[in-house]
């Protein structure tokens, strides 16, 4: 059974339930969204709010099929909803030109196209075509936007090598360069960690960290494992089975009882102060 953890007003702005409530302002709220594919007998994500707050980094959390990139798609218009609305700013993104939208958030899908020929800084120069005009030269705000990507991505040593010359995670970088190019001040990231080694799943994370505090970028990232996002991420996202299961920090979100009802998981959860995970098997060893 879904767990929601806050109230929210129509304006945009949620407050978490509890003692502590406190207004916050959401960048992108989804409001009665039904969504579905074709090939589905009924909707795959059924959510009647959900906001993602503006300038912090949130992450949506929960097992194989519970609705995290389906969500996504719906937030970045890729997939129409069925029923409900998604708003950026106020502004409703189904109401925006493709271009419009791309100015103001990023989106990096796990189905990213083959391009192995390209090198890692046309790769990049892709990212600025919301910002230019179909025969625009490229100007010295493209070249600025292109290198200041390449560095936070820490790919500018890459630049001129093919993707097909790059390992998985310096694949990874590259194309997340492209998606900063954007220079948007929202920015979606589905599984961006997914099959990368330890070294580059810090690394991709350290980069969006960075780009948050310094940029104020807000940005929402599907991540696989739960511990990786209570200690990377400000607000969690918890979806189990296309409902929204629980919503705030992730001291409040991470529970016994979260791990339990969403994961199918008994485990200890400890804050000291990070989100500590510990199966009680493991436990249980220990004290014998």
């Known amino acids: ?15 978490p339930t509890g003692t502590d409530r406190v207004a916050i302002d959401s960048a992108l709220v989804a409001e009665d969204l039904a969504l579905s594919y074709p090939t589905s007998d009924e909707a795959v ?15 949506l ?37 493709q271009k419009e939208l791309a100015r103001e958030l990023g989106h990096l899908s796990q189905e990213n196209d083959s391009l192995n020929s390209i090198t890692v ?26 290198d200041r990507a390449l560095e936070l991505a820490g790919v500018d040593d890459l630049r001129d090598a093919e993707l097909g010359q790059l390992s998985g995670g310096q694949k990874q970088l590259a194309w997340i360069a492209m998606v900063l190019a954007q220079d948007t001040d929202v920015l979606l990231l589905d599984e961006p960690t997914t099959f990368l080694d330890l070294y580059h799943q810090l690394r991709v994370l350290e980069t969006i960290r960075q780009l948050n505090e310094e940029k104020d970028v807000t940005v929402a990232v599907v991540l696989h494992d739960i511990s990786q996002a209570a200690r990377f991420a400000d607000y969690l996202i918890a979806l189990d089975d296309g409902e929204l299961y629980d919503w705030g920090p992730p001291e409040n979100v991470v529970t016994e009882e979260l791990l339990a ?28």
């Open 1 to 15: 059974m879904a767990r929601q953890g806050l109230d929210a007003d129509v304006e945009g702005s949620t407050e």
């Open 45 to 59: 994500v059924d959510c009647s709010r959900l906001d993602i707050p503006e300038g912090a980094v949130t992450a």
């Open 61 to 97: 959390v929960g097992p194989n099929g519970s609705g995290k990139s389906t969500l996504l798609k719906a937030l970045s218009n890729h997939l129409t909803p069925d029923d409900g609305a998604v708003y950026l700013h106020g502004e409703s993104i189904q109401s925006m030109s």
């Open 121 to 146: 800084e046309d790769l990049a120069y892709h990212g600025r075509y919301p910002h230019r005009g179909f025969f625009d030269s490229v100007t010295a705000d493209d070249r600025d936007a292109v």
């Open 261 to 288: 009802d969403v994961f199918d998981v008994e485990a200890a959860v400890r804050h000291d102060p990070d989100v500590r995970i510990q199966p009680k098997a493991a436990l249980s060893n220990e004290s014998e």
